[in-house]
């Protein structure tokens, strides 16, 4: 079957199984990598992108049922080449260690932010909860996420390591 | 450098192939039912579906999309004898509704601990009771509101209650060509809800959950329904928690009577989840502690 949707704003249509998860649709037909595929169970969270503005386990939605709709994944996060608050947020407070689970976790954040742009860190950690970390202990994401809701709000107070500007 | 699964070998969860289909209207929905009977299946959110569907628990050789339906079957309409809420109402909407946690706090206290708000943002009312596990945490609410389901077929609708509804284990009473459309919430007056949970980690599947319903006159329990989750082969309600109480003033006395009736009642079983003795210690305090904040809220809000 043919299925067409809006991947970071690129309409893509591709010829696809109807059983092929969108999960292997986004790292398989359209090498957008950024996207990981852990558990398959819809456990680990590491897979979560957006659907229509919504975080979604992409392990879990078949691409065929993703047609017509708007995807964004992490590869979408970067607006004309300026890292996104959170991703920023993720590198100054070691956000990560392995890396494995971020994009699922910048992506829940990033959603969490537009509908909450000061959480605190019980609605940072609710947001998340879905999402497994086994490297940080979650503390330091959740300091990351902290630092950008600081940083779009104007009121962060430490300057960023290695900043030019 | 499109990749099938087929390439990709073993180690793969992915559910076996099948055609899928999308439906424009229930109507339509319902008639691809009909021509197809039950090789095919019904997905909404498909958080339960998908997942069986991976480890071969379930297999059909179409599956119907009818997320295009969400407009149309998620309006939550607060009427005066009753709440209808629409079979495609997500775990999400259901959380965040004021109308139904004003009425129902049940609901909001039961999705707060539904898996996790990623999952919730999927999920829904309808595919949760017709996936029909006894360990189903929206099926323990809907049992202990004593909810109604609407069921639509090419000749209409047919309204039947959770006890119906609900036949065993991931058995239901839609038909190959039915579909759930609605679920009813009959609302009186001077009553309130609660729902406590057990669970290993957040956002799993309960241990044991126990719902209770109660509705207060001056101090006295006019009538109380308890559910529990995960103690049977189905989302059980209790009658006889309800005639032990209907007509005795609440007290921590009749919490722990009900509780009694919980533990005796259900029927759980030891798996990796725990013991069927500490399942049945976990019925008799969550039915307490639901009854006793039921009360309490009815308390408040007099």
């Known amino acids: ?165 | 450098m499109p990749v099938s699964y087929e390439d990709k070998g073993l180690g793969m969860q992915v559910p076996a192939p099948f055609e899928y289909e999308r439906a424009t209207s229930v109507d339509q929905a319902i008639g691809l039912l009909d021509r197809l009977g039950d090789t095919a299946r019904l997905v909404a959110g498909g958080h339960s579906l998908l997942p069986m569907m991976k480890l071969r628990l379930a297999n059909f050789e179409y599956l119907i999309d009818i997320n295009d339906l969400h407009g149309e079957l998620s309006q939550i309409i607060v009427e005066p004898g009753q709440i209808r809420v629409g079979a495609m109402t997500r775990h999400r909407e259901l959380l965040e509704s004021d109308a139904l946690a004003a009425t129902f706090p049940i609901f909001r206290d039961a999705e707060q601990v539904i898996a996790d708000p990623v999952v919730r943002n999927r999920g829904t009312l309808g595919g949760s009771l017709c996936q029909a596990d006894p360990s189903e945490d929206l099926s323990a609410v809907c049992t202990t509101l004593g909810a109604s389901c609407v069921i639509r077929g090419r000749d209409g609708e047919r309204v039947v209650t959770m006890e119906e509804f609900h036949r065993g284990p991931y058995e239901t009473a839609v038909g190959a060509a039915e579909m759930l459309v609605e679920v009813r919430f009959p609302v009186r007056p001077g009553g309130s809800s609660a729902y406590e949970k057990v669970e290993r980690r957040a956002g799993d599947w309960a241990i044991v959950s126990a719902g209770a319903a109660v509705w207060l006159d001056g101090g006295i329990i006019t009538d109380a329904r308890v559910g529990l989750a995960a103690v049977g082969p189905n989302t059980a309600g209790l009658p006889a928690i309800s005639e032990a109480l209907r007509g005795q003033p609440a007290s921590e006395e009749i919490y722990a009577r009900a509780g009694e009736i919980a533990a005796a009642s259900c029927n759980p079983a030891t798996d990796m989840r725990g013991t069927a003795d500490y399942k049945r210690h976990l019925a008799d305090e969550l039915t307490r502690r639901a009854l006793r904040r039921a009360v309490a809220r009815v308390n408040e809000r007099v």
Not at chain 1, 88 to 99: A, K, T
Not at chain 1, 152 to 158: F, L, N, Q, S, V
């Open chain 1, 1 to 165: 079957m043919q299925v067409s949707m809006t991947v970071n704003g690129e309409e893509v249509t591709r010829e696809i199984e109807g059983r092929l998860l969108l999960v292997h649709f986004l790292r398989d037909h359209l090498a957008l990598t950024g996207t990981h595929w852990g558990c398959d169970t819809s456990n680990c969270g590491t897979c979560v992108v957006w659907m229509d503005g919504e975080p979604v386990k992409s392990c879990t939605v078949l691409a065929a049922m993703a047609g017509g709709h708007e995807i964004r994944t992490v590869e979408g996060l970067a607006q004309n080449g300026q890292l996104d608050p959170v991703q920023q947020g993720f590198m100054e407070c070691h956000g990560l260690q392995c890396g494995f689970c971020t994009p699922g976790m910048m992506m829940t954040a990033r959603a969490l932010l537009d509908s909450n742009p000061s959480p605190s860190e019980g609605e940072i950690r609710e947001a998340i909860s879905g999402q497994i970390c086994r490297c940080t202990g979650y503390a330091t994401i959740v300091r990351s996420v902290q630092w950008a809701a600081a940083e779009e709000a104007g009121t962060r107070t430490t300057t960023p390591a290695g900043s030019a500007s």
